[in-house]
């Protein structure tokens, strides 16, 4: 084909997506199958072996996506095993074009209906760890590239999925790749929400920790804390092992008592010689910790009425219940003024509880308001810590991101997302999730959450709908085709 007919086709392609539509919508059936076998790996990150930094799971979903990619006839690259990406255009002289996806997914948690790593498709919906984040939008966007490919579109530019494998807890991958390969030049991010995020709040994860000392007092007889899976998911389970001195049924009674008092589930039962004391609470995003019920705040709360044989015990728990609790905004432990108009508050997220011979803690994760940074938020809780004699442990920050609602990107994606739904309505968001769009210059999170759909990320029946996952396909194939036009395929178009 030569250049000018070329960029005569892809200008009526760009005219006319009918074409590409109709591509896209044959290959539902091959959607929802390598779908289906990505969500039954169960990438979620373990420890390191050989040819899979990030445990056996993640690099059996990644073999996977690999080996869809080589069966469609695209390049793919392997980095390690650390991370790799699936190419079709032309010359990377041209420009990079990339589309930044994760493979890895956060525990299943509890409250599933259905087998989180089953992949059970019913009434037109698939159910599964991934489907949403982030494995169902990869799929819709593999499957946007095969589609222009097919219909004959070669883009100018190279356009590039690269797939991460440990975007959920931290990282690290992405570290790794960008020091071996040439990163895109601009990107999307199918990883958040319609019709896209031109903002996202900084983020910030550390311990909050004091010694606890020996016991110096009467009381009972704390021996372990327990709660959550990871610091960005509210945690659906805390627990409490304490020694058994013969008030077993006294604990029971005032765990009873609490529950019916607070509609919290509470129970206390027998382990050897010690008694165990269990909260529920429900799972959710760290980034939006009020659509669940954080267990250890409850467990905390529980614990307050007790007396413990160890002053620092006790003054850790009454530091919790009075500075943190249930306030999701971080204003009871100093975080008041770190809001701004575009962003809102600070959200606080307490991810974790532990407890070792020698001292409590727990792990915190914070959304930060794009107008300012760590040192803020460190400043703002350090009168409150010294109060306590609590220690902080710095575990990471990632800065915000803001990209004026008038950038070139943003209004190409919002015009893209606005054609291919009919929605004027929505408008560009500033999150408090974090996406890869952190990892390079030029990225904006674009999809796939629907304005109006229920956000079941890190959630009990993670779910997709088979015909979003289509119509996600179609938004990203315009979109490739908007962001690799050429000046002249503009001026003919």
């Not at 039954?40 to 990150?45: A, L, M, T």
């Not at 059970?120 to 819709?140: F, H, Q, S, W």
């Not at 883009?155 to 797939?163: A, H, I, N, S, T």
């Not at 409590?360 to 809780?381: H, K, Q, W």
Request: charged share 25%.
């Amino acid at each position: 084909m030569t250049e000018g007919k070329r960029v005569k086709l892809m200008t009526e392609q760009r005219k006319d997506f009918a074409a590409i539509a109709e591509k896209i919508e044959s290959f539902r059936e091959d959607m929802v199958r390598d779908l289906a076998d990505l969500v039954r790996c169960r990438s979620v990150q373990s420890g390191p072996e050989e040819n899979a930094p990030f445990g056996s799971g993640v690099a059996e979903a990644f073999s996977r996506m690999m080996e869809i990619g080589r069966r469609e006839g695209f390049e793919v690259f392997d980095c390690d095993g650390y991370g790799g990406h699936i190419d079709f255009g032309k010359s990377e002289e041209n420009g990079i074009m990339g589309i930044l996806c994760h493979l890895d997914v956060v525990s299943e948690g509890s409250g599933w209906r259905h087998d989180p790593f089953g992949a059970c498709v019913e009434n037109g919906i698939m159910y599964g760890r991934g489907t949403l984040d982030d494995k169902g939008p990869a799929i819709a966007a593999f499957y946007a590239m095969k589609a222009i490919r097919e219909c004959g579109i070669v883009p100018e530019k190279k356009v590039r999925m690269v797939l991460g494998l440990d975007e959920e807890t931290g990282s690290a991958g992405m570290d790794y790749y960008r020091r071996k390969v040439r990163m895109p030049d601009f990107a999307i991010v199918p990883d958040s929400d319609f019709p896209l995020v031109n903002g996202e709040m900084g983020i910030l994860t550390f311990d909050l920790v004091r010694k606890t000392g020996k016991a110096d007092r009467g009381g009972i007889s704390l021996r372990r804390l327990t709660g959550g899976s990871a610091p960005n998911m509210v945690p659906d389970s805390a627990a409490a092992l304490i020694a058994d001195g013969g008030g077993c049924e006294k604990i029971k009674q005032t765990a009873e008592h609490f529950s019916q008092m607070t509609g919290y589930s509470v129970t206390v039962k027998k382990k050897g010689k010690n008694l165990e004391i269990l909260c529920a609470g429900k799972s959710a995003h760290g980034a939006m910790p009020q659509k669940g019920l954080n267990a250890v705040s409850v467990l905390m709360q529980f614990l307050g009425g007790l007396e413990f044989d160890c002053f620092g015990v006790n003054e850790f728990i009454r530091f919790y219940n009075q500075h943190i609790g249930f306030d999701l905004s971080g204003k009871k432990i100093g975080c008041e003024k770190l809001r701004d108009d575009v962003s809102g508050s600070l959200i606080w997220n307490t991810g974790m509880l532990f407890m070792d011979g020698e001292s409590v803690g727990i792990t915190v994760n914070v959304r930060c308001p794009v107008s300012f940074g760590d040192e803020d938020v460190y400043a703002a809780v350090r009168p409150v810590l010294e109060q306590y004699d609590i220690g902080m442990v710095k575990k990471m920050y990632k800065e915000p991101l803001y990209f004026s609602t008038d950038s070139d990107i943003v209004q190409t994606l919002l015009s893209v997302y606005r054609e291919r739904t009919g929605d004027t309505e929505s408008q560009p968001l500033v999150i408090g999730g974090g996406t890869y769009a952190r990892e390079m210059k030029n990225a904006v999170a674009f999809g796939a959450l629907y304005p109006g759909d229920p956000d079941i990320m890190h959630e009990a029946e993670e779910c997709i709908s088979i015909d979003r996952l289509v119509l996600t396909a179609e938004i990203y194939a315009d979109a490739i085709l908007r962001l690799t036009e050429t000046e002249k395929d503009r001026a003919e178009s």
